[in-house]
Every structure is written in C-alpha cells, then in structure tokens.
C-alpha cells in the first residue's frame, strides 16, 4: 500500500454526501432511507447476517456504552466489532476489532472492494430524478461490517450515527437493542420534542428483540415502552429493572481516580455488583454503565459467558477518546467532545467533583446547528477566561463574530476570541500555570483539532498524563 492508495480511498469516502459535515440535510426524504442501504449490503454478500449485534442508539452516552460493551465482550475472550462515529483523528478509528484501529492498508482494501459497486449504484441513481448514490456513513458502516466478517467477530457493537429509525445501521437484526437517553439534540432533523425524537430512536426496536432502555424523563420513556409493546418486545428498564448508585472519584495528587458504581440487577441477583470501577470519568459515565451492565446481563442470560471478574476488568480498562480525556497534568489539560446542552452540563458537573478548585480556562468551538446559547450559558458561571474560537476542517462551525456577538449579549465578559484552534492554542499556553485545567470542549471538530495542536505544540511544563485508575 502507498500513501496514494491511501489517499485514493479517503477521496472516494470524502467525496460523497456526508451530514457530519452539513448544515443541514443536503437532501431529502427519498435520499435518506434505507433501501439503498439494504441494496448496497446485499452486493457485498450480506456481511450483517450471522452476526451477534449489539445495536446501541441515544442522544447522550451511545458512544461510551457502545464502547463499554465492546470491552467487557473482548475481555471475556469473544473477538468484538466495535463500529463508532464520528472519529476523531483519523476514519480508521471508527472500525475497531478487540480494541484495534483498523489499519490504513485494510481502509484501502475495504473502499477497493465496494469502489466498482458504488460507481454502478452513482451510474443507477443518475438516471432517476432527485436520487443519489450511496453516502459517506452508509459507506462506513458497510465497510465496518465487511471488516467484522473477515476478522471472523463473534459479537459486534454498533453505534448509530444519528437518530435510528433511518440510520443506515438499522438494517440489522441484533440479539439486543439498546437506547441510551433522550434529549434534545438534531431537533432538525428528529423533532423539536423529547417525545418525537424518542420515535426516532425507537426506530431500531426490532419485533421480538430485547430492549435495554436508561431512558427516564416520562415522556419519551412512554414513547419506548408504546413502541416495544406494538413490537412485542421485552423492555428492560433503568428504575424498574435495574439501578445503579455511582460514587464519584477520589482526588489523588488533585487528579480524580477511578469512580465506581455499584449496580443491581432486579431479576437476577448474580447480576449485581459493588464498587465496580470505571474507566471513563463522570457521573453520566455510571448512567452509561449501567445500561451497559444491563445489556451484559441480558446477554448473559441468553447464554453468553461473562465471567464478574471479566465486567470489572473490562469497565476498569475501557477508553474513549474526548470523553473527558485527560492529556496533560500540572496543568491538567481535558479534552471532552460534548456538543449539547445536556452534555455540558455532565461535563462541567464531572470537573466540579472530579478535580481540586484552581483557576480553569474553556477552549470553546461548538457547531451552528446546536443550541449555542444554552452551552455557552452552561460553561461561563463556571470558569475563568473562555476562549472562543472556531475549528476549520469542518464548515459547520460558528464563526467568531457570532460568537462574540452571543458572548456580549449573555453578558459574558470573560471571554476571548481566536480565529482558529492554533492561536486558541498559543494563547493558553501563555496562560497556563502548573495549577490550572483547560477544558477543550463544544464538538467532536474542535476536540480533534485541538489533539493535534496539543500533539504539535505540547506544554513544556507539563506533567504527562496518566489514566484514571
């Protein structure tokens, strides 16, 4: 493989529809389906059928659940697919295998074998009126599951990328469905209510397949439990079947150790725990981990074999990038790709109880299609100088101006404005003491830019980061 292969591939993916990147749906109802999808699948052989899905949907938390039933799943000895988006740094972190990347050589061979496909399918959709060829997430999940089938994976986690009922992931027949929460977020495209973008998540549950639900604001809640019940599927639910009580982390050397969570299994009391330890830090995390440990439980229960010690061990170890990540100690450096109100507003709770009083400087760049003003409310009361700037390989961010403009009229005096992540960069590192935290924060966009500065330009001073543990 050269890096022209390489590049090669990344341009067919990059060159098609993608709504990561749009400010809107650049097309509509007929291109945003799922027929094309299946007829996409259906050329490659049908990698989806005899696979042991996990299919994991939410507005908050589907990433670090996804991620924590992957690792528990590969500690117990089963070789785990784990399919995620968006990535941060580089696509091959969408496509994992037992916690491995896939590799660019993979990436090239994986987009060879569907470029003739695509291109007969481009040909097909130009001789009918308003239609297209296969999209950008279409093309990575197919390409995600084609990896699990030739890794020859006895279970597969499958994040959907937005909503459900349309997400091209929905083409699966999973042994378990999952929904993480409910809150307001892509209210364009999935309803401006709790309760209508409940009806879209719900979209994965599948007639007769189990349903793990951490949903508990009682509108969308009543929309789960419709849906399960036209479906006849069994509904497991946070607060009726199974319950959590997290404990935050201590401080060591002012740094958070690991939380822990204790957890209960209503009907199964070999499925409960104490004090199991977490590797991802926050309060929402010991949410995500029950349902995790609900979905491992009914796992368990249909015969998977997941030995106490290989949940703790797996919970313990599992990562995921930008989810309050820390990269950098003395000063403490945090990296966390919330991108709404609700999640904010977890993150600013997390260091508030995780990390010792200091002075803390925000490094903000949220995208336009979310609720800015809320976020940028959340942030302010809670930190000292807030940098705005706006990431720039991605055309959905907001642009300084307005974001000044939003600053002076919530009266936030305390912010500062930088036209893109490197001089947002430079400027902190002048700020910087050994006591302070940054907090990289406002979209996954900004997150992986700001890796990347960090990587190029790290802090001097800086004590390396270690993990919780």
Known sequence: MTTTDHDRALALLFDRINYERAMTMPYGPRQFRLDRMRELLARVGSPQQGLAIVHVAGTKGKGSTAAMIASVLTTAGYRTGLFTSPHLVNVEERIAVDGENCSPRELVELVERLRPIVEAMDAEAACRAGDCGPTYFELTTVMALLSFMRHHVQAAVLEVGMGGRLDSTNVCSPAVSVITSISLDHTRQLGNTLGAIACEKAGIVKAGVPVVSGVTDD????????VCRERGSRLIQLDRDFGYRYFPPLRVDHYPSAGKVDFHWQGAAERSYEAVSLGLLGAHQGANAAVALATLAELASRGWSLAEDD??????????PARVEIVGRRPAVVIDAAHNVASIEALVDTLQASFSPGPRIALFAPSRDKDVRGMLSSLAPKFDTILLTRYQKNPRGVPIDELAALAAELSVDHCRCYPDPAAAWGAARQMLSPDHLLCVTGSFFIAAEMRQEIDRRPL???????QPA
Do not use: C
């Open 460 to 466: 001097a001073h800086a004590t390396p980061a270690v």
């Open 219 to 226: 509108e969308p809640r009543q929309v789960i439990e419709q």
């Open 311 to 320: 949940v703790r061990t797996g919970l313990a170890e599992v990562r995921s």
